[in-house]
C-alpha cells in the first residue's frame, strides 16, 4: 500500500476554490479543508504522482533485475539506495550496502540501481533481497497550478463537501457520487448514454467524468507497470 505523503492540503484553498467556480456556502473551515486535500489525495492517485515535488521513500523487492518502479511518477532525483542483501547462505541475516540509481524514464518512474559491492567475501554472489530509495517526485514546479488542474481539483472537492449535504447534489449527479443513466421527474424523464459512465478514481458522476477529461488534457498520467 502507498501511502499519501501530506497530511494537509498543498494547492487548494478557500480563494483558489472560489475562484474556480468552487460553492463554500456555510460549510466549515475544517469540513472545506478536509475536502480540498481528500481531492488533492485523489487526483494525486488518478495522476500517478504528486501534485508538487515531494521527497518520498520506498522499499522495493528484488525481482530479477536492476529495474524498478516508483511509487510515484515525475521523478525529479534520486537522493540515496540503499541496498540490503542476505549476509550468507547460512543464517537469515540481512547486510546493507550503499548503492546508485539512475533515473530511465522520470514520468513513469523507472529507476536502474545498482550496488556498491555485490561480493560477500565468501566466493558467492550476493543477489540483493530489497531495495530502499530516497527520491523526489511529484508535477514539475507550476504545472499544478495551470488553470486546468485547479478546475478539476475543485470540481472533486466539492463533489466531497455536496456528500455532507446531499440536498445540494444536482440532478445530474447522485449520492455517493453514483452515474445516474436513467432521471424522472413528474412528467420529465432522461436517459444518458452509457458512455458517460466511466468508472474512474474520481467518480462516475458526469462532473466527475469532466474533471478526467481536463486532467487527461492537461497531464500525462505516470502510469507504470512492475518488472518480472
Known amino acids: 500500500m502507498v501511502l499519501y505523503p501530506h497530511q494537509n492540503a498543498i494547492i487548494l484553498n478557500d480563494s483558489v476554490f472560489v475562484q474556480n467556480g468552487g460553492l463554500t456556502g456555510t460549510f466549515s473551515s475544517a469540513q472545506l479543508q478536509s475536502s480540498y486535500w481528500l481531492a488533492e489525495m485523489q487526483i494525486s492517485s488518478y495522476i500517478g ?14 525481482a530479477g533485475i536492476n529495474r524498478l518502479a516508483t511509487d510515484y511518477g515525475y521523478v525529479h532525483q534520486i537522493l540515496s539506495v540503499n541496498i540490503q542483501s542476505q549476509q550468507n547462505g547460512v543464517d537469515c541475516t540481512l547486510r546493507d550496502t550503499s548503492g546508485c540509481a539512475f533515473i530511465f524514464n522520470d514520468t513513469f518512474g523507472y529507476i536502474d540501481f545498482r550496488q556498491a559491492t555485490s561480493f560477500c567475501g565468501c566466493g558467492g554472489h550476493v543477489y540483493p533481497y530489497l531495495i530502499h ?9 507550476g504545472t499544478a497550478n495551470q488553470p486546468g488542474v485547479l478546475e478539476a481539483l475543485t470540481i472533486v472537492a466539492q463533489i466531497d463537501l455536496n456528500e455532507r449535504f446531499p440536498g445540494t447534489v444536482g440532478v445530474n449527479e447522485g449520492v455517493g457520487d453514483v452515474a445516474i443513466q436513467e432521471f424522472r421527474s413528474i412528467d420529465y424523464s432522461e436517459k444518458r448514454g452509457d458512455h458517460s459512465l466511466i468508472r474512474t478514481a474520481l467518480g462516475e458522476s458526469p462532473k466527475a467524468m469532466r474533471a478526467k477529461r481536463i486532467l487527461d488534457l492537461s497531464i500525462r498520467k505516470a502510469r507504470r507497470v512492475l518488472f518480472a
Open 49 to 62: 504522482t504528486l501534485l508538487l515535488p515531494t521527497v518520498v521513500t520506498g522499499t522495493f523487492g528484488y
Open 133 to 141: 530509495v530516497a527520491y523526489q517526485a511529484g508535477l514539475p514546479s
